[in-house]
């Protein structure tokens, strides 16, 4: 897929079909949010679960924590 078509894509991109919620900043893609995380709790889990912070770092900020 072309860049131009990505971007023609992501510009267009509307998911949200109701009002916004004043307090939930990622109201705009809150169905597909809620749609993986449905599937992640379906999911089967091991015992024991580890997170390895060295595998993604990130130095930059995030405005919706």
Known sequence: ???NRIMKL?????LATE???LEDRLWKVRPIIDCVMQRCRELPVKE????????TPFKGQLDIK
């Open 19 to 21: 009002k916004p919620a």
């Open 10 to 14: 992501r510009n267009n991109l509307h």
């Open 1 to 3: 897929m072309s860049v």
């Open 48 to 55: 024991n679960v580890y997170i390895d912070e060295q595998i």
